[in-house]
Structures are given as structure tokens and as C-alpha cells.
């Protein structure tokens, strides 16, 4: 799937599929963190039930308004004790499948927002 940002200004997900995102004309094959300002970290983890607290922590050092968490292929919300570290923080998340995930940040870094897309890329093994 090719996205389209509405302002070029922020960093944005150029296209993608279940397996892989684009940005900046770079595939990237495994879970990602992607910032609007152009922060992008490795993730390690390939699926929401191996999620920890751990993985929501690496997220606090990029100081973001809002996190758009892609869970993958489909739809999987986490407990809320494994990101209890954002919400003491005032920092809000939004869970959705890794394609709208895409979209939907997408259309807020567009706006300006400080979002950060945390990124499950199905077929990643590097699951920590």
C-alpha cells in the first residue's frame, strides 16, 4: 500500500505491507520505532503477546505526545500495565493494526503532531 503525507515537513511511512514499512526510501523488515522528527529505532519484538513493560520504556526516551501502536496484522491490545510507564507520563497511546497504524500517523505527523509510531512488523524474529 503506497501513503501519500499531506505535508512533507515530517518524517512519513512512504508505503506499507504486513512485512515491511518504507521510509525515506529505505525498506525496514523488522518492529520499529518511527518518529515524526525523524527518530527511527529498532523494536525488538514480533508480536503483541511478547510484548513487556521494557519495550513501552525504550518509547520514553523519545518524549512523544502520542503513540500509535501498529500490533500487526491485526488488531491486539496489551494490558495497560505493560505501558503504565506512558500513562504516568500523560503520554497517550492508540492501538490498531499495523496498516492503519501506518495511516493514521501519517495524517498526525502531518498535522505537526510529536507522534511516534511503535511498529510490529510481522515475519520479525528478533523478538528480546
Known sequence: MKLQP?????????????DWVQVDGVQIRHSV??????????????????????????ILAHKPELVIFGSGARQQFVHPKLYQCLIN????????????????YNVLAGEGRHVLAALIIQGDTTCA
Do not use: Y
Open 33 to 58: 520505532l518511527i518518529g515524526a522528527k525523524g527518530e527511527n529505532e529498532a523494536w525488538a519484538c514480533d508480536q503483541p503477546s511478547a510484548l513487556t513493560a521494557s519495550h513501552f520504556e525504550q
Open 6 to 18: 499531506d505535508q512533507l515537513a515530517q518524517q512519513a511511512i512512504q508505503a506499507a505491507e504486513v
Open 89 to 104: 507520563q500523560g503520554i497517550g497511546l492508540e492501538t490498531m493494526d499495523t496498516l492503519a497504524a501506518c495511516r493514521t
